[in-house]
């Protein structure tokens, strides 16, 4: 597995080995002393998550401030583009947002530490994204940044692929500010 830094401290893009023959491929989804190895930590994953989306479905940006879950994130049918922030208030990258899209025809997985909002959006027609969380939902603990927070200035990639509008939950629609979350 190779761990591919990206500019937020601690956030990663996780590259497994693929072995290729003429029947398909076969790689290791997940293994716990790679990525311990990989990502220098010792999270243990106590979650799986899998999610469904349509095309235009943006689900963010959410994280706990109290139990803080790490998030190990792969998308295994379909497009995102995914989106981080760092709300961690000690860290020197603190309300700094990261974004790259993801999609099944790679096996890259995004490690998301502790301490980071997250969100995406759909860009295939469908998406489906497996989560594995170092820690449990907490509904008492979550806050929702929102997803157009000024004082962030997410780039979301709508217009280039045709979305006029992203389709939120109640939930996303009336996230927070940085200011106050």
């Known amino acids: 597995m190779k761990a591919v830094h990206l500019p937020i401290p601690g956030l990663m893009l996780l590259e497994p080995t693929v072995h290729h023959d003429e029947r398909g491929f076969l790689y290791e989804s997940f293994n716990q002393r790679e990525f311990n190895k990989a990502t220098g930590?010792?999270?243990?994953?106590?979650?799986?998550?899998?999610?469904?989306?349509?095309?235009?479905?943006?689900?963010?940006?959410h994280y706990q401030k109290q139990q803080p879950q790490g998030k190990l994130v792969r998308v295994v049918r379909g497009a995102v583009y995914e989106?981080?922030?760092?709300?961690?208030?000690?860290?020197?990258?603190?309300?700094?947002?990261?974004?790259?899209?993801?999609?099944?025809?790679?096996?890259?997985?995004?490690?998301?530490?502790?301490?980071?909002a997250h969100g995406f959006l759909t860009l295939s027609d469908e998406?489906?994204?497996?989560?594995?969380?170092?820690?449990?939902?907490?509904?008492?603990?979550?806050?929702?940044?929102?997803?157009?927070?000024p004082a962030v200035g997410i780039t979301w990639p709508l217009q280039q692929h045709g979305i006029v509008q992203p389709i939120l939950s109640a939930k996303d629609k009336?996230?927070?500010?940085?200011?106050?979350?």
């Open 127 to 149: 998406a489906e994204l497996l989560y594995k969380m170092t820690d449990y939902y907490a509904p008492q603990h979550a806050v929702c940044l929102a997803w157009d927070d």
């Open 83 to 116: 989106a981080v922030v760092d709300m961690r208030r000690d860290s020197p990258c603190f309300g700094q947002w990261y974004g790259l899209e993801l999609n099944a025809s790679s096996p890259a997985q995004l490690w998301i530490p502790p301490g980071l």
């Open 41 to 61: 930590t010792s999270y243990q994953f106590v979650q799986d998550n899998h999610t469904r989306s349509t095309r235009g479905v943006l689900r963010g940006m």
């Open 174 to 181: 009336v996230g927070k500010s940085l200011v106050r979350a």
